[in-house]
DNA sequence: GTGAAAGCGCTAACAT
DNA sequence: ATGTTAGCGCTTTCAC
């Protein structure tokens, strides 16, 4: 297995090694493998090494200077999916940002299964990452908890936790700029088609939607809302078992916009109009929402990306990781009366081929 | 960095390791590593070795057993972006085949850009990756040939190229299927709002679109063709264009549902009606085609990923990787005045919380 | 600055 | 089946 002759795609000295630079240079290994970390430029040492590096193709194995070193250069990003776009945009990020830092991301993927959690984390523990950007979190705090007392630097991003650092939206004022915005528009009996309650982000939405419609005397009715998943079929089918039973409101808030599309889609089957008849409102200002016109809030992903990258980063060097929060942008559309076929969104999803 | 005392969150003996376990039980170090792979109940040194792993919560360092043994356990998956929902869902499938298995996957976005493409494989060798799956080839061979050259098992997915081994969809027979739908519906100038060339996805799509139509005596005229990106922008733009400079086509395939959006918002600024005034056809069947009532191809990107995962698995174990083409489904909905409001289309996506 | 020696945690020849 | 001996490729003490 090691370099059998003739296996090796490079030349038959199999892939260079230090020793092999220490030979060429006529230096020892250890003062090979610190002039390789030295600025090429720095002195005449670095210099020869690292001209002597570039002819061999030499490539430093990370394994082994892990192995020894107790660093991996290697963050992990646990997502409950990658097929949730918000999370696509920010893995996106964090590997671009972190990448260009010399550092690499091992992603790990939950659907939200607590014994998936535990799994993967333990996994990526395994392979030694150095830092955790845990994009699953649920509002109970066990695994986050749990995570927290594995004594690896952690950040939480999207969903946030009590007590534990993380970058997310704020969700709260999001959910009260839905409501202030519905009200504006005149809508008294505002439905909600809530996501699930255990993710921080869904509950912060409908708790700040609620809040703020209670504030300005148009409480939300109980029996106005449903709540359940994040997906089209779930909206659709929230949206059928609404009407079934009421049809006295005039707009809704949907948790995200997969669950607005499928709303549409209800609606329409029911005879009736998106913005006419319903004012919908969805959330995070997909590509899709354009073409639906719906109006919709739109969440700094990217940024919330770049800045858990960077508070995981400082948090592996020794600075303390302190929260933040991200503000969200009301987009508003045809879907509440507004402006219709207005200029299409920032282009940051792109698909099929 | 090395266990100092106290750092560690287990007790202060620092991570268990094959040693300790030896010196627990009495064993031989290589006969503890060797029981540990065996099943726990095949003998009782295994059950005995077993135990007491247990006991301690012993868990093996992947680092140092790939150093040692040249296999890491892991695959590379190279992604031209995550944000692409059909590259995510090949992402998440082949991610829960290859660790149900006992495997990892490393994950890489390339934006297609040609440099990334390279630094990010060359990143995944150092890590010492068993094998890759490329989701982000380019017709011209370069940087797949390139790839092929490295001497380590691959296989291409979604794209891929001639000689290289691959699973795709075939994007061929999809155009034609699309061409076979236009026409049946009556249109006889339709117009094509394509992707990139360079991807092979859709110059397979055109390409079986073109061919199709000159067989049905209904042939593409040129005239009619905007190539460009797979975004929403992109397909706003192209269908903008296109309207300025002739308004007598009926219909139009594009690239992605991406496209489809955007062109959708052209058509309404332009006041013209989908599906009455222009019929559309999309690709990818994305949940929100349900809500437009869009028109599209699915292609099996969940079976994509698991047949590509368990054929680079096989490469890895030396059975040879032979190309498969999986076959698309034409979705018909009101866009090409299909039932409207259809069933809603398979959950695959959610978001958003 | 550099050289020497040790060792990260594990697996793979060898013997026995 | 078990023990012995090496060693993966690198970093990191320690001396000088």
């Known amino acids: 297995m090691t370099n059998p002759p003739g296996s090796d795609p490079l030349a038959g000295a199999g892939r260079p090694t230090l020793r092999?630079?220490?030979?060429?240079?006529?230096?020892?290994?250890?003062?090979?493998?610190?002039?390789?970390?030295?600025?090429?430029?720095?002195?005449?040492?670095?210099?020869?090494?690292?001209?002597?590096?570039?002819?061999?193709?030499?490539?430093?194995?990370?394994?082994?200077?892990?192995?020894?070193?107790?660093?991996?250069?290697?963050?992990?990003?646990v997502a409950h999916?990658?097929?949730?776009?918000?999370?696509?945009?920010?893995?996106?990020?964090?590997?671009?940002?972190?990448?260009?830092?010399?550092?690499?991301?091992?992603?790990?993927?939950?659907?939200?299964?607590?014994?998936?959690?535990?799994?993967?984390?333990?996994?990526?523990?395994?392979r030694r990452v150095d830092g955790l950007l845990i994009g699953d979190a649920h509002r109970d705090g066990d695994y986050v908890d749990w995570v927290a007392s594995l004594g690896v630097p952690y950040v939480l991003v999207m969903r946030g936790a009590e007590g534990h650092p993380s970058v997310t939206c704020d969700d709260e004022l999001a959910g009260r700029m839905v409501a202030d915005h519905l009200v504006e528009c005149g809508h008294t009996r505002v439905a909600l088609l809530a996501g699930p309650d255990w993710s921080a982000a869904?509950?912060?939405?409908?708790?700040?939607f609620r809040?703020?419609?209670?504030?300005?005397?148009?409480?939300?009715?109980?029996?106005?809302?449903?709540?359940?998943?994040?997906?089209a079929a779930t909206g659709r089918a929230a949206m059928e078992r609404l009407l079934?039973?009421?049809?006295?409101?005039?707009?809704?808030?949907?948790?995200?916009?997969?669950?607005?599309?499928?709303?549409?889609?209800?609606?329409?089957?029911a005879g009736l109009r998106l913005g006419d008849d319903v004012a919908l409102v969805g959330f995070n200002d997909l590509q899709a929402a354009t073409s639906l016109d719906?109006?919709?809030?739109?969440?700094?992903?990217?940024?919330?990306?770049?800045?858990?990258?960077?508070?995981?980063?400082?948090?592996?060097e020794g600075v303390p990781a302190v929260s933040r929060t991200l503000a969200p942008?009301?987009?508003?559309?045809?879907?509440?009366?507004?402006?219709?076929?207005s200029a299409l969104a920032a282009d940051v999803a792109g698909a099929g081929a």
Chains 1, 2 share one sequence.
């Open 20 to 77: 092999m630079l220490a030979e060429r240079t006529g230096l020892h290994m250890s003062t090979v493998s610190r002039a390789l970390r030295r600025e090429p430029a720095s002195d005449p040492t670095a210099e020869l090494v690292h001209r002597a590096a570039a002819e061999l193709g030499y490539r430093p194995d990370p394994l082994a200077a892990s192995l020894r070193s107790g660093k991996t250069g290697a963050i992990g990003m």
């Open 81 to 126: 999916s990658l097929t949730d776009i918000a999370q696509a945009m920010i893995y996106e990020e964090v590997d671009h940002y972190v990448v260009e830092r010399g550092y690499d991301v091992l992603v790990a993927s939950t659907r939200d299964d607590p014994g998936a959690q535990r799994k993967r984390v333990e996994l990526l523990l395994s």
């Open 202 to 208: 869904s509950h912060g939405r409908a708790v700040g």
């Open 211 to 231: 809040t703020r419609l209670a504030e300005l005397g148009a409480p939300l009715d109980d029996d106005l809302v449903e709540s359940g998943g994040l997906h």
């Open 244 to 269: 079934a039973r009421r049809r006295d409101f005039t707009g809704a808030f949907c948790a995200s916009d997969f669950v607005a599309f499928g709303a549409t889609s209800a609606l329409a089957a």
């Open 294 to 316: 719906l109006t919709s809030v739109r969440s700094p992903q990217e940024e919330m990306g770049r800045v858990a990258a960077e508070m995981l980063m400082g948090a592996i």
């Open 329 to 341: 942008q009301l987009i508003v559309r045809g879907s509440t009366g507004g402006p219709a076929a």
